[in-house]
């Protein structure tokens, strides 16, 4: 598994009742070889209960695009596309909106350190707010933090 941030879109087909539905499997193999076709490549494929799915992934110009299809054999069939790209960090800590909350309440919910996923290394996006911590303690060395 791998998560994957992004914008995403859903569309869900639903088609008329007049129409042959094509079965899942033809539904995701159209995809499938579309994708290949433009470069991508397909990374999961698995059948659930009748209903037929798939992960795709193009790589084009430096920008990830991720697919998820999913069919079913009753004339619908969804996509889940997310265009990859790193969420932005917005709530960036600064000494003095920290020292504000903890004189209001007490306590601080400081955002903006990171750490891979089962390491304890810092990973160097924290430095600016490791750098506001630093300047809250100089700023009142009598600061005690747990």
């Known amino acids: 598994t791998q998560d994957v941030e992004g914008h995403h879109l859903f569309i869900l087909y639903d088609l008329n009742n007049n ?3 094509p079965s899942p499997l033809q539904t995701v193999r159209n995809y499938t070889n579309a994708i290949k076709k433009v470069g991508g490549e397909l990374l999961y494929e698995f059948e ?5 799915n798939v992960i795709l992934k193009l790589v084009k110009k430096g920008q990830e695009v991720w697919a998820h299809v999913i069919a079913s054999g009753n004339g619908q069939y969804s996509l889940h596309i997310i265009e990859k790209q790193l969420m932005n960090q917005d709530v960036i ?17 400081v955002y903006g350190i990171y750490f891979d996923t089962g390491k304890s290394t810092l990973k160097p996006e924290s430095q600016q707010t490791l750098q506001e911590i630093g300047n809250l303690l100089k700023a009142d060395p009598a600061l005690k933090l747990y």
Request: hydrophobic content about 40%; charged content about 25%.
């Open 19 to 21: 129409v042959q539905v």
């Open 93 to 109: 800590a600064d000494a003095n909106s920290m020292a504000k909350s903890i004189k209001e309440s007490g306590k601080v919910a």
């Open 48 to 52: 659930d209960g009748g209903i037929q």
